[in-house]
């Protein structure tokens, strides 16, 4: 998934879509107990994607495993524009919800769509601890990070959140984007937000989204 809809085929790294990277490969002990921390994390957030200067904001709401999506600005699907995407990690899908159609248009999740919401990133190679840093207003440590994804060799700055474990900020170093949430905030958050709304009919589709919003 990803703030411009056009962009929706692309690679993570390029298209920085949202949904979380659960990949368990190589976990060590503590890694997986962090894993498991993660997924047990709850928050909303304001996340703002920058494209060659140019701005798309989203707010996330997450539970664990299951990410809800409400844009700033629809994205056009196959069958009209959705405002709210919600990632459904548990069944390997994509929700896009069709408010004046009243459906919800499910599609499967494309590895090569999702954006680490934990420290490990596909392809990673190589990860340096620079120091201590802040965003959004929490205490974070900046990591640079090389990854070999699909034969690309790609080099980040990643800031990940000292207390939860999560991806805060990711910059690449190499081309001219980036995401970071302007506002994070621990809280609970309400089952019904991730669930198939009253109402709607379900209706399958390709993997991809097209067009652009």
Known sequence: MSFVAGEKACRWGLCLGLVLWVGQDGLSCDAAAGDRAIHSTEFSGSLVKTVKGRQYHAQVFAKGDRVRLEYKYAIRTERGYAAIEIIRLDKSETWYLLAQLKELLVTGLDPDDLLPIRPPLP???DRILIGDATTAGRTTQLFEVQTDHHGRVE???EWVDLDTGVVLKLVSRDREWAFEY???RLSPQPDYYFEEPPG???RMSAPV????G
């Open 200 to 202: 709607y009919k379900k």
């Open 155 to 157: 080099r980040f700055y």
């Open 123 to 125: 392809g990673e190679r």
């Open 182 to 184: 302007e506002r994070f």
């Open 209 to 212: 989204p097209q067009g652009q």
